[in-house]
């Protein structure tokens, strides 16, 4: 649990996500270990919601119509910023 969240990829923010989990599971961890554990894995969390969440933006668009319904499109490339 040593490396730089914002340095860890999905995957690798997700394997030490479910490690942590596993670890938690056993109740064998100190209440300081495990507090801090948690803390890390609420920030790895985040990390992973904040990877989805691009990688969503990125393939998709939602658009609003005139009638206001709202739809979701694949993004366009040649459009994109």
Do not use: W
């Not at 270990?33 to 990125?58: F, P, S, W």
Request: with cysteine.
């Amino acid at each position: 649990m040593t490396a730089d969240i914002a340095e860890l990829s999905f995957e690798d923010a997700m394997r030490e996500l479910e490690s942590i989990v596993r670890d938690l599971e056993t109740g064998k961890a100190k209440l300081d270990d495990a507090i801090k554990a948690y803390e890390r894995g609420a920030l790895v969390k985040r990390h992973c919601q904040a990877h989805l969440a691009r990688a969503t933006a990125k393939v998709e668009q939602i658009t609003v119509g005139s009638d206001g319904t709202i739809s979701v499109a694949p993004l366009d490339p040649e459009k994109s910023p």
